[in-house]
């Protein structure tokens, strides 16, 4: 399938993506008790990450081993590795990385269209919805409220592997941008997440300060969100790595 998610991390990251299920060897023991009582749908969209999951591993030289839920259904994966998946109708994404090249990966895939009624004002700050419809009233092609919430949705994945604390929807404040998808078709942009929370130590001293950089992109039929977080160095050592994003200012607070 033409790559989508990858047009939207930096090279360091191995992707993987399909349309629809790919043929999977059978899950591992611990894997298979987690969807033993689950509908075939789930079944499929489980089995399928994990394949997606597994390949991005192997591409970092790693082998296959059991990719199990956290207590929050977030995926454990092996130490070292940073890594993201996501899933909706018809399509299914892994991404991984090693820690020592980025600090934090977070991903999410929807369809592309409207959100369901009263749920905008339940993810978002006014200021976001009043944004919102400035993009839109330039844009009005592109789902925007559908781009706010998965783009909150890449925020938390980033969040909760290192913070190990939930990250409310009015616990971010997003802003977005727009630009013509250069050597692509769609519609692609960055995003912007002030975190308006307290930084847990561990979030601050592995992923860095209470701005977080993504991109978006909206094309195929889907609405495709990432963050993919530059390794903070210390005081000792020579600056930082810079946001595989474009620069521009952080939101507001």
């Known amino acids: 399938m033409t790559a989508l998610m990858r047009r939207l991390l930096p090279d360091i990251a ?4 399909v349309r629809g299920e790919l ?44 990719l199990l839920p956290g207590p929050r259904g977030e995926p454990l994966w092996p130490e070292g590795v940073v890594g993201a998946l996501s899933h909706c109708a018809g399509y299914r994404v892994a991404a991984a990385a090693r820690a020592t090249d980025l600090s934090a990966l977070g991903i999410d895939a ?30 009005p092609q592109v789902p925007w409220d559908r781009v706010l919430f998965s783009a909150k949705e890449s925020v938390y994945k980033a ?59 909206v094309d195929a039929g889907l609405v495709l969100t990432a963050i993919a977080a530059p390794v903070r160095r210390t005081a000792r050592e020579p600056g930082n790595e810079p946001s595989p994003y474009a620069s521009r200012p952080p939101a507001p607070a």
């Open 14 to 17: 191995e992707v993987t993506e």
């Open 23 to 66: 043929s999977a060897p059978p899950l591992f023991p611990e894997e298979e008790a987690v969807v033993a009582r689950s509908v075939a749908e789930r079944r499929r969209e489980f089995a399928t990450a994990r394949r997606c999951a597994r390949l991005s591993l192997a591409a970092l030289g790693l082998t296959a081993r059991p």
């Open 110 to 139: 929807e369809t592309a269209g409207p959100l369901p009624d009263g749920v905008l004002e339940a993810v978002s700050l006014p200021a976001e919805r009043a944004e919102l419809a400035r993009l839109r009233a330039a844009e």
């Open 159 to 217: 969040w909760f592997p290192s913070a190990r604390s939930m990250l409310g929807f009015d616990q971010a404040r997003l802003s977005l941008t727009a630009a013509p998808d250069a050597g692509g078709t769609g519609v692609r942009g960055t995003f912007s997440a002030r975190l308006l929370v307290p930084l847990p130590p561990a979030f601050a001293d592995t992923v860095g300060g209470p701005v977080l950089e993504g991109a978006w992109l």
